[in-house]
């Protein structure tokens, strides 16, 4: 496995790239929704990869290696020896598809030599618990899922994704790796403190919390955020996630987002699952904790790749947006710590998301995540 990394911003086009890669086999890029939204940019990796699969998405930000830009478009030629790719994508309108639409991709991608599955969706239009709920039902819970909901800045708009075309929205896609050869390490944690008192989901559907003990949830979430930051929301709530949990499973706990807010209804829509009964508390951030999240979420996925320092390495970093919100200049500190961790001779870039995807840290099942760092590692072993 070969990777070459490249960079387009507005002065200089596209960086030069080896001509040993234009047989590339997958293509990863990530940009601002501005930068993406007239296709060029695709057309243009086109042209340069004609036998590639082509997969990327808009963001809220974009990782190359230690550097986190707006304005670029990073970009990742890959060239895997023995590894089989498959890619599809999905449209949705609703996200009341979103379990069919999971389900419509995982079974398009499954086969007994199935290693892994890696999504990017849609980030506004999908109820991202059940877009992982369908593909999981489809292609069983063993078999690696990992990936990210787009973004969009801190506008919440219009996110965008293409897949093997110009990039769209109301699109969801997903490309599986096949066969013996290539190995797939994940990893996943945060980094947030809760605080403020535990408090009951006694009213939602879905990803749409209507009711904490029995009190809007909307009215709840202004007090704690105050009149300033309230006129902000649903941007504001980036800095303030909840943690939801079951109490009767511990390990069940992951952070969610705020979406979108109806201050007509006094609800609030997350980008995943709020379970009604289970209980919800508020976070804040603190920069070393979140420093830290980065790097054990590398250390996992470093410990579960299974490959040799001679084998090809690259890694693919998904992190919230909101963390970035937060952390400002000192971002950088995050990606840092992830890449010491994986090390420099591991290539990696990525992107600022609305929601992560990977299995959870202590239960192992995959789950939608928020307010996450997330790493997925790729080796291909030498036969």
């Given at each position: 496995?070969?990777?070459?990394?490249?960079?387009?911003?507005?002065?200089?086009?596209?960086?030069s790239?080896?001509?040993?890669?234009?047989?590339?086999?997958?293509?990863?890029?990530?940009?601002?929704?501005?930068?993406?939204?007239?296709?060029?940019?695709?057309?243009?990796?086109?042209?340069?990869?004609?036998?590639?699969?082509?997969?990327?998405?808009?963001?809220?930000?974009?990782?190359?290696?230690?550097?986190?830009?707006?304005?670029?478009?990073?970009?990742?030629?890959?060239?895997?020896?023995?590894?089989?790719?498959?890619?599809?994508?999905?449209?949705?309108?609703?996200?009341?598809?979103?379990?069919?639409?999971?389900?419509?991709l995982?079974?398009?991608?499954?086969?007994?030599?199935?290693?892994?599955?890696?999504?990017?969706?849609?980030?506004?239009?999908?109820?991202?618990?059940?877009?992982?709920?369908?593909?999981?039902?489809?292609?069983?819970?063993?078999?690696?899922?990992?990936?990210?909901?787009?973004?969009?800045?801190?506008?919440?708009?219009?996110?965008?994704?293409?897949?093997?075309?110009?990039?769209?929205?109301?699109?969801?896609?997903?490309?599986?790796?096949?066969?013996?050869?290539?190995?797939?390490?994940?990893?996943?944690?945060?980094?947030?403190?809760?605080?403020?008192?535990?408090?009951?989901?006694?009213?939602?559907?879905?990803?749409?919390?209507?009711?904490?003990?029995?009190?809007?949830?909307?009215?709840?979430?202004?007090?704690?955020?105050g009149?300033?930051?309230?006129?902000?929301?649903?941007?504001?709530?980036?800095?303030?996630?909840?943690?939801?949990?079951?109490?009767?499973?511990?390990?069940?706990?992951?952070?969610r987002?705020?979406?979108?807010?109806?201050?007509?209804?006094?609800?609030?829509?997350?980008?995943?699952?709020?379970?009604?009964?289970?209980?919800?508390?508020?976070?804040?951030?603190?920069?070393?904790?979140?420093?830290?999240?980065?790097?054990?979420?590398?250390?996992?996925?470093?410990?579960?790749?299974?490959?040799?320092?001679?084998?090809?390495?690259?890694?693919?970093?998904?992190?919230c947006?909101?963390?970035?919100?937060?952390?400002?200049?000192?971002?950088?500190?995050?990606?840092?710590?992830?890449?010491?961790?994986l090390?420099?001779?591991?290539?990696?870039?990525?992107?600022?998301?609305?929601?992560?995807?990977?299995?959870?840290?202590k239960s192992?099942?995959?789950?939608?995540?928020?307010?996450?760092?997330?790493?997925?590692?790729?080796?291909?072993?030498?036969?």
């Amino acid at each position: 496995m070969r990777t070459q990394q490249a960079v387009w911003n507005s002065q200089t086009s596209w960086t030069s790239l080896k001509p040993e890669l234009k047989d590339a086999s997958l293509v990863l890029y990530f940009g601002a929704r501005q930068a993406l939204a007239c296709g060029a940019r695709y057309a243009e990796l086109r042209a340069m990869f004609p036998s590639a699969h082509i997969l990327g998405c808009s963001t809220g930000g974009q990782i190359n290696n230690n550097d986190v830009s707006d304005s670029e478009i990073i970009a990742a030629a890959i060239k895997f020896d023995s590894t089989r790719l498959s890619l599809c994508r999905h449209h949705i309108d609703d996200p009341l598809q979103s379990h069919s639409c999971g389900e419509a991709l995982g079974h398009a991608l499954k086969a007994d030599d199935l290693a892994g599955v890696f999504v990017l969706s849609d980030g506004l239009n999908v109820n991202g618990s059940e877009l992982v709920a369908g593909i999981i039902a489809a292609i069983g819970p063993n078999i690696p899922l990992t990936g990210g909901l787009a973004g969009d800045g801190s506008d919440f708009g219009v996110t965008l994704v293409g897949a093997d075309c110009a990039p769209q929205s109301h699109a969801v896609a997903a490309i599986g790796f096949y066969g013996s050869a290539i190995r797939i390490g994940h990893g996943s944690a945060g980094g947030w403190d809760v605080f403020g008192p535990r408090r009951r989901v006694t009213r939602s559907s879905g990803n749409v919390l209507f009711e904490l003990d029995g009190e809007p949830a909307l009215d709840l979430y202004e007090r704690y955020l105050g009149e300033e930051d309230s006129n902000g929301l649903p941007g504001s709530a980036l800095l303030f996630p909840i943690q939801v949990h079951d109490a009767a499973h511990p390990d069940s706990a992951v952070v969610r987002t705020v979406l979108a807010v109806d201050r007509a209804a006094r609800s609030m829509t997350f980008a995943g699952d709020v379970p009604q009964g289970w209980t919800a508390q508020l976070m804040r951030g603190n920069f070393d904790r979140l420093a830290g999240g980065a790097a054990d979420a590398a250390r996992q996925a470093t410990v579960g790749l299974d490959a040799s320092e001679e084998d090809g390495k690259f890694s693919i970093l998904v992190s919230c947006i909101g963390r970035r919100l937060l952390m400002g200049q000192r971002t950088t500190d995050e990606i840092e710590a992830a890449g010491a961790e994986l090390g420099a001779g591991t290539p990696r870039i990525g992107f600022y998301s609305y929601g992560e995807i990977s299995p959870h840290a202590k239960s192992g099942l995959c789950e939608l995540h928020n307010q996450t760092m997330t790493v997925t590692s790729f080796a291909e072993v030498r036969g």
